[in-house]
Each structure stands twice: as structure tokens, then as C-alpha cells.
């Protein structure tokens, strides 16, 4: 039975950074992943050009993070975005920072990343083992003993990185809470995040429109991002970010001009009184959603009523969409829930139960955005859980 110091269970971008940190302090480290390649997830994100992280400072990423994103002061103090932008720098990846901060490397390839990645891991001498489906996780007095179909390993440091149960296809089959529920520890309700939205909102004659930074709000919550249309409801940022905070059963609001205020709107219309509404309005709507809202109105700006300029533009302004439900997990970016973190040490992500385990990325009670945050979590808890922590 071969020995290592650090095992990894789980080759995607927090897996394969656990692996490097470990390795990077001396570790003898194992990488193991069922798929035939590693980073199989990473490979489709950000339409299979890897948003690999974001451009913003300690605020930008809190705001990214809704979910527990608090809990992670301390892995940013020892590793950050910045350090996730100078770690690909370093080792030959040229990046570019496009809108809202998104930072992707300059190829447009997520294979640009994943080689990175690989290529560091064996320079610092990792083992890496693909197609190795782990079967079992205990632990003795001395070590923890591993299982996989054909091997068997121990280790005295095993981190879990197995990410959730969205998108099954790439291999995340919620194995991560199997191993710590193993371990004692409390899994929190999963639920699906960063999800379409499936509305009943008339949306035959608007499928396919995309529009930029329009404003999504629920309750407190406000989000100002692009958002598609779609045949089942409302997709793109905007719908996905706030998906973490609706169910199904709410009732969202859609501004579509959220840099002109009501009056602004008005104004407007009173400059434009003499021509056909729908013209009026495809001077800062896309033509098929000026014909949407013309919708029951006289033809002309100037033959609305008070009332009915009033109600054009409230339903421009506030749009009002039910929300019945959101994609399920399996075609949702993110799993919402996980590991608790009350059980977690947040300067080395070791659990408090079991000395020398640790867990990393979305196996943990952490949800992040689209927009490079969620690969932020991933690479940069990836770190602290491999780093050997010196007390």
C-alpha cells in the first residue's frame, strides 16, 4: 500500500491547486480523478473559455460570493484573485480582463488553464491518477486509508475537492458529502444556484432577445447584469444571480432601463409625443420589446392617456415576472449548500472533527457567481487547504 503525505480526492480547479500548494510545501501528494481528464467542469465554463477569475477587489468578491462568503476573510488573506491572476502569469498563461471584471486567458481556451495546472502539478512532482473512482474513505488511528476499484493509498492529510451535484455529466455526483457525512460532519440543504429561472411570464414572442445590464430585483435583493430571454423563462447573469435567492413562488421586477429613472422616462416620451409610440420606444428598446409593451396602447406617444403613460412606464421600469420554479441541479451551474462550515477552521478549511481532513471548493456550504467568483472560491480554498499551515 503506497503512503503519501497529502492525498486529493477531486481534479478539478480546487483539486488540482490543493495539489499544487501541497506539493509547493513539500508534500508527497497524490491527485486522484475518475474522469478520464482532469478539470472536465472547468472545460465548459464561461462557454468553454474559463472565466477564471474576476478583476475586483475584497468588496467585488464578498458581493460575488452570497453564499458564506464572509467565511472566506481569512482564505483570501493568504490567497486572493490577485494571487490567482499572478499564479497563470507566472507560469506562461497571458490573461485579459473583459466586462464586469471577468478575467480569461488571452487563447479564449479553458485547455489554456487546465495545462497550466497539469504542468505545475508535475513540475513540483504530484502524482496524478485519472480514471481512479475512489470507493471508500477511513480512517485508523495513524492514517486515513483510501480505496479505488484496483488501489489502495494512505495518507496523513486527505483533502476532499469533489465538487457538488450540479451538471452530474462532469462527474460531480455529491461523492464529497458521502466521504464527510462518513466523517460525522453536517451537510446543509443542497439546493441549485447561479440557475435559470423558469417563469410564466408570456415569453413566445421575446425568446431570444438578449439585453445589457438591465436590473433584477427580489425583496432586498438587486442585480444589475445582462439577461436572455429564453422558451422556459429568463436566463444570462442577471437571472442567475439572483436565482440564489428565489425558490419558486416569488414574484421578481425587471427594469429595462435602469439608467433612466421614471421621469427621465417621461421626459422622454413628451420629447417624442409626435411619433408612433413603437418608434418612440425602439430608441432604447430592441424592436420585438417595444412591440411587446405598444401592446393595448393607442398608436401614438401623444394620444396616451396620463393613466396609461403612467402604466407604460411602470411596466417598463418594474416589470413584474413570477418566478414558478429554477432549474433543477443537474443543469445548474452551482450547488447551493454543502459541508457546514461551523465544522470547518476557517484559516486552514481542516475540519474540527477529524484532525488532518480537509475539504475544498463546492463541496463546502459556499455559492458563488458566474463571473470568475465561483473559480475564485475553487482555486483559492484549493490553496489554503494544501498549504502546510505552521502554528
Known sequence: MNHFDTIVIGGGPAGMMAAISSSFYGQKTLLLEKNKKLGKKLAGTGGGRCNVTNNGNLDDLMAGIPGNGRFLYSVFSQFDNYDIINFFTENGVKLKVEDHGRVFPATDKSRTIIEALEQKMKELGATIKTQTEVVSVKKNEDCFIIKSSKCMWSCDRLIVTTGGKSYPSTGSTGFGYEIARHFKHTITELEAAESPLLTDFPHKDL?????????????????????????????????????????????????????????????????????????????????????????????????????????????????????????????????????????????????????????????????????GFNITVALCTGWVAGSVHYE
Open 207 to 371: 425568446q431570444g432577445i438578449s439585453l445589457q445590464d438591465v436590473t433584477l430585483s427580489y425583496d432586498k435583493h438587486v442585480i444589475t447584469h445582462d439577461l436572455l430571454f429564453t422558451h422556459f423563462g429568463l436566463s444570462g447573469p442577471a437571472a442567475l444571480r439572483l436565482s440564489s435567492f428565489v425558490k419558486g413562488g416569488e414574484t421578481i421586477y425587471l427594469d429595462l432601463l435602469p439608467q433612466m429613472s421614471k421621469q427621465d422616462l417621461a421626459d422622454f416620451l413628451e420629447e417624442n409625443r409626435e411619433k408612433s409610440l413603437k418608434n418612440a420606444l425602439k430608441a432604447s428598446l430592441p424592436e420585438r420589446l417595444a412591440e411587446f409593451f405598444v401592446q393595448g396602447f393607442p398608436e401614438k406617444v401623444k394620444q396616451l392617456t396620463d393613466r396609461e403613460r403612467n402604466q407604460l412606464i411602470r411596466s417598463i421600469k418594474a416589470l413584474k415576472i413570477s418566478v414558478t420554479s429554477k432549474m433543477s441541479l443537474a443543469k445548474s451551474f452551482v450547488t447551493k449548500g454543502g459541508v457546514s462550515l461551523k465544522e470547518i477552521n476557517p484559516k486552514t478549511l481542516e475540519s474540527k472533527l477529524v484532525p488532518g481532513l480537509h475539504f475544498a471548493g463546492e463541496v463546502l456550504d459556499i455559492n458563488a457567481h458566474t463571473g
